[in-house]
C-alpha cells in the first residue's frame, strides 16, 4: 500500500472516530431508565413499589418520587410497578391525596384532611381516581394514573402524593402445652406514600408564616396552648426553627416555652403547634400572650440577603382562657390535685358560726331555766 493511501486511510479513520463522539446516546440512556430493574426500590412489608420516571420528570431526582414539569390543561398518565412480597393474595388500594405537614414533615397522608383554605389547587381535584390492585404472591402489575392540571396556571410548588395501603391476616401457632396448640391471628396494615411535586414556572415564590388560632387544650393529659399555624404560599418551607413562649400578663413569671428546629412545612397547608405546660403546673384563667420567633433556613433555594430576611417571622398575640377552659383542661392531669383551700376555710367558717350557735343555744337554754326556777321559789 502506498504512502498516500495509507495517509488516506488514517484521515478517514481519525473523521470516523469524532463523528462517532458526536453520535447521540440518548436512546441508550432512555433505554436504561425505563429498565424497571434500575429503579430505586419502595418498600413496605408485603409489597414493593418502582416508580417509571417520565420525561418531563426533573433531572437528577432520585426516582422515589415525582417532580414533574407541567402545564395549564396538561394531561397526562404516570406509571407505577407494584410487586407483591407476601406469600398470600392481597388487594392494595391507592388514593390521591393533598400533602399535609404533621410532626414537622411533609406527609402523603392517607388521613382524609380538608386542604387548607389557600389550596386552591388541590392534588385530589385533578381527577385521579382511587384504585384497587390485586396481586397474587410474588405477582408485578403496572398501575397506570391519569390526571388532568386544572387551566389555571400558578408559579411556586404544589405538592400532592399517591397513598397505597394493603391490610393481611397473617396466622402465629402458640403452643398451649405439649399436645395443644393455639392459632393467634394478626390483621397486619402498612401503607406508603408517593409524594408528587408539580412545577410550572421557574418563578421564585416564598413561603410565608401565619398564626391563624390560639386555643387552649389538653395534650397528652398535660395542659396546652395549639397555636395553629399556616403557610399559604405554593412554596414549601426547609429546616424551619420555631421558638414560642406564653406568658400571663398577670404574673410574668407564668411563661412557658417551646422550641423545636429542622422542621418541614408543606405549601398552602396548616399544622398546630403545641406549647405544653409542665405536668405539676395548673393552667390559670386570664389573659395571656404568644410570642413566636420563627425561622426557615431554605436550603432547597438560592436566597440572597434579602429574600433570606423575609423568611424570618417575628409574631405576637394576645388571647384569653376562660375559667371553665382551665378547669376542664386542668381536670384531664392525672398530676393536677384540686386546689380545696377555700372550700376548707369556708367549712371552717360554717364549723365555728355551729360552736358559736350551740354555746349561744345552751347559754339562752340555761338562762330560761334558772329564770324559771326563780320564780317557783316566790
Keep these: 500500500m502506498s504512502s498516500k493511501k495509507k495517509q488516506l486511510g488514517l484521515v478517514v479513520f481519525s473523521l470516523l472516530l469524532l463523528l462517532i463522539q458526536f453520535i447521540p446516546v440518548k436512546k441508550a440512556q ?37 417532580d414533574l414539569r407541567v402545564k395549564p390543561g ?6 407505577l410497578y407494584v410487586a407483591s412480597t407476601a406469600k398470600k393474595s392481597q388487594t392494595i388500594t391507592m388514593t390521591p391525596t393533598n400533602a399535609i405537614t404533621s410532626a414537622g414533615n411533609i406527609l402523603a397522608s392517607g388521613v382524609k384532611v380538608p386542604p387548607d383554605p389557600s389550596n386552591i389547587i388541590p392534588f385530589t381535584s385533578f381527577g385521579i381516581r382511587n384504585a384497587t390492585i390485586t396481586l397474587k404472591p410474588k405477582e408485578v402489575k403496572t398501575v397506570k394514573i391519569s390526571y388532568t392540571m386544572p387551566e389555571t396556571p400558578f408559579d411556586g410548588i404544589m405538592i400532592g402524593g399517591l397513598f397505597l ?40 415564590v416564598l413561603s410565608d408564616l401565619k398564626v391563624k388560632t390560639i386555643i387552649p387544650q389538653s395534650y397528652q393529659t398535660l395542659p396546652a396552648v395549639g397555636v ?22 398577670a404574673d410574668p413569671n407564668d411563661r412557658h416555652t417551646q422550641k423545636v428546629k429542622d422542621y418541614k412545612f408543606a405549601p398552602t397547608s396548616n399544622f398546630t403547634y403545641m406549647i405544653p405546660w409542665k405536668s405539676t403546673e395548673k393552667m390559670e384563667a386570664g389573659k395571656y400572650r404568644l410570642d413566636l420567633k420563627a425561622k426557615a433556613v431554605q436550603s432547597h433555594l438560592a436566597l440572597n440577603e434579602e429574600q433570606q430576611k423575609k423568611q424570618k417571622w417575628n ?16 381536670r384531664k ?31 339562752t337554754l340555761g338562762r330560761k331555766k334558772t329564770n324559771k326556777n326563780v320564780v317557783t321559789k316566790e
Design 30 to 66: 432512555a433505554d436504561v431508565e425505563t429498565d424497571p430493574k434500575k429503579f430505586a426500590t419502595l418498600s413496605v412489608p408485603f409489597f414493593t413499589v418502582k416508580i417509571v420516571p417520565p420525561a418531563n420528570q426533573a433531572k437528577g431526582t432520585t426516582i422515589n418520587y415525582f
Design 74 to 79: 396538561m394531561k397526562q398518565t404516570l406509571e
Design 165 to 204: 395501603n394493603t391490610s393481611l391476616t397473617t396466622t402465629s401457632d402458640a403452643g398451649k402445652s405439649k399436645n395443644q396448640k393455639a392459632t393467634l391471628k394478626f390483621l397486619n396494615d402498612y401503607s406508603m406514600a408517593i409524594q408528587v411535586l408539580m412545577t410550572e414556572t421557574d418563578k421564585l
Design 228 to 249: 395553629k399555624l399556616q403557610n399559604p404560599k405554593m412554596q414549601y418551607m426547609d429546616g424551619l426553627s420555631l421558638d414560642a413562649t406564653v406568658t400571663r400578663l
Design 315 to 330: 409574631i405576637s398575640r394576645e388571647f384569653t382562657i376562660t375559667k371553665a377552659q382551665a378547669d376542664q383542661i386542668n
Design 333 to 363: 392531669n392525672p398530676k393536677y390535685k384540686t386546689d380545696y383551700t377555700w372550700l376548707f376555710i369556708i367549712i371552717g367558717i360554717l364549723i365555728v358560726l355551729l360552736i358559736i350557735f350551740l354555746f349561744w343555744l345552751v347559754f
